[in-house]
């Protein structure tokens, strides 16, 4: 008897240092509903969750669990996404439309259940249906675990900068009226911080966001890049930023006076209030590196106003404005990008089981026979149109991929997709109009449980160069190598930084160039990987890696829950 009370007390206590080991686990409601928001002298019906734009921020430790009971109270299908949450073996909360799951229809719900292990810093939620992102996303923050601490030393205060993008309209009909012409989708007319556009902008000084900083404090900026479908530089007046992060991985330390996030990428900054206290502008706008495009170039603001007790009420001086980079500064953006690695050597991948070669870029296609002159009104009478290796990503519309591959449902996909290009040609040349015409496809690109994976990312001039921020769900990535010009394995392999390139979720592949990333194929799924440009996945710019169940019972994925929504 009393061995087997030691033995229940020594079970107890290994399941108690379990659960801690397990972290915490998060409950949140999001209601998703139309909610009046006034911006820009208007009063618009914005979806937002649970009345809040941006929404609410979520803060967890390393290890944590997040429950989130999703309603739809709007009238369009919604689904959310856990931008950059790896979900190991729980793809079914991983969100994005009709790739993971069917979408939550109006009245209905959806509860997503995942753990965060092993990333920390900065990730972000956001709807994965049409544009219903451009008002639905908000911080996911991640803490160490709690008897752990940051790499640095703490911040006295940290605040998360969600940068957004604004319509004078309702978005779902700027990219519905978009679908119907195939001409490119009217551009944004604000850029927003935290949800407002700040000073610059009608109407907007009243709401604008204060960031508060005492002198010689040293703080945490949590920057996201949550615009739709434009890059955008971010910077601030007088002070510097020391990069710490990025994609909720940690940054060997380094200071710059101005950052670029492509849409879908985060980036951890620590400010210090050793200037004149005052009032600061922090500004972000675009950065343009398609040609002959129109882009939204406005700038928005908030103020790093300095709060010095005991005379802590804060002057109202004019803030004082940064330099900007050019729209066009491609320069800034390689010195930036060139600057992220790892705080130490990392495990990258040296030997290669799976290697592709991917195109990603723009087409146009010819107006269909049976297409009226009004619904051609891209160039010459086209319909835009993008493409990962010349197959322009159509979604199932009565099932999901993971679905029906869980369920072995035939049809809804083909596992054909090219590892490289039908044709070789000079990706960043004068490509011929012959290859400007993509071809559709609902295809999927299977791999085995464990494979190492090497993907080459290779812009294209087709209609345009333009950086694409190429985001992959389900996995990080080590970004080896970026290179302009066409991607040339004999001379450009000798390059590959394999000692500390940066892990990251979203690549900003450069304009007219390539990048390389390797990843190990760890976590069985259907995993999107697309332009975050939310324009070019409209237009086809994504492909799905089908990732196998692996042998082990940890190798496999989870099965579905309960309430996973039905088409
Ligand atoms: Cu942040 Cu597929 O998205």
């Not at 734009?53 to 309603?71: A, C, M, R, S, W």
């Not at 939620?125 to 008002?135: E, K």
Request: glycine residues 8%; hydrophobic residues 40%.
């Amino acid at each position: 008897m009393e061995a087997f009370k030691t033995l229940l007390a020594m079970l107890l206590l290994l399941a108690s240092a379990l659960c801690s080991a397990n972290g915490k686990t998060h409950e949140h409601e999001f209601v998703v509903q139309a909610t009046k928001v006034k911006r820009l002298c208007k009063t618009h019906n914005a979806i937002t969750v649970n009345g809040q734009f941006p929404g609410p921020t979520l803060e967890i430790n390393n290890g944590d669990t997040l429950v989130v009971k999703v309603t739809n109270k709007a009238r369009y299908n919604v689904t959310i996404h856990w931008h950059g949450v790896r979900q190991m073996r729980t793809g079914w909360a991983d969100g994005p439309s009709f790739v993971t799951q069917c979408p939550i229809r109006p009245g209905g719900s959806y509860t997503y259940r995942f753990n965060v292990e092993g990333q920390e810093g900065t990730l972000w939620w956001h709807a994965h249906s049409s544009w219903l992102r451009a008002t639905v996303y908000g911080a996911l923050i991640i803490r160490p675990r709690e008897e752990e601490s940051f790499p640095f030393p703490k911040p006295k205060r940290e605040t998360p900068i969600l940068l957004g993008e604004w319509w004078d309209a309702n978005p779902i009909d700027v990219v519905t009226e978009a679908t119907r012409t195939g001409a490119a989708p009217n551009v944004s007319d604000a850029y927003t911080i935290n949800g407002q556009p700040g000073d610059l902008y009608k109407c907007s000084a009243k709401g604008s966001v204060i960031v508060p900083i005492a002198s010689g404090e040293t703080n945490l900026l949590r920057v996201i890049n949550a615009a739709l479908n434009q890059p955008l530089f971010f910077t601030i007046a007088n002070h510097k930023f020391t990069v710490v992060g990025a994609d909720a991985s940690y940054l060997k330390p380094f200071t710059t006076k101005v950052i670029l996030l492509g849409p879908g990428q985060t980036t951890d900054v620590l400010i210090t209030g050793d200037q004149p206290p005052s009032r600061y502008y922090l500004a972000a706008r675009a950065y343009q590196s398609a040609q002959n495009a129109g882009f939204d170039n406005t700038t928005t603001t908030a103020i790093l106003e300095y709060r010095n007790p005991p005379h802590s009420s804060p002057s109202k001086v004019k803030p004082l404005m940064p330099l900007l980079p050019a729209y066009n500064d491609t320069n800034i953006v390689t010195a930036f990008t060139k600057s992220l690695r790892s705080p130490k050597k990392v495990e990258v991948p040296t030997e290669v089981d799976e290697s592709l070669f991917l195109t990603v870029g723009l087409g146009l296609n010819k107006c269909p026979p049976s297409f009226r002159a009004r619904r051609c009104q891209g160039p010459n009478g086209t319909r835009f149109a993008a493409s990962v290796n010349n197959v322009s990503f159509t979604l199932p519309n009565n099932i999901s991929i993971l679905q029906a591959q869980y369920l072995g449902i035939p049809g809804v996909f083909t596992t054909d997709f090219p590892a490289r290009p039908p044709v070789k040609f000079d990706y960043t040349g004068n490509v011929s109009r012959s290859l400007w015409q993509p071809v559709p496809g609902t295809k999927a690109y299977k791999m085995k449980f464990g494979s190492r994976v090497q993907v080459v990312l290779q812009d294209t001039s087709i209609v345009t160069p333009e950086n694409h921020p190429i985001h992959l769900h389900g996995y990080d990535f080590y970004i080896v190598a970026e290179g302009f010009g066409n991607f040339d394995a004999k001379k450009d392999t000798s390059k590959f930084n394999l000692v500390d390139p940066p892990l990251r979720n979203t690549v900003a592949v450069p304009v007219n160039g390539w990048a390389v990333i390797r990843f190990v194929a760890d976590n069985p799924g259907a995993w999107l990987m697309h332009c975050h440009l939310d324009v070019h996945i409209t237009w086809g710019l994504a492909t799905v890696f089908l990732v196998e169940n692996g042998v082990g019972k940890l190798q496999s994925i989870e099965p579905p829950p309960a309430d996973l929504p039905l088409c």
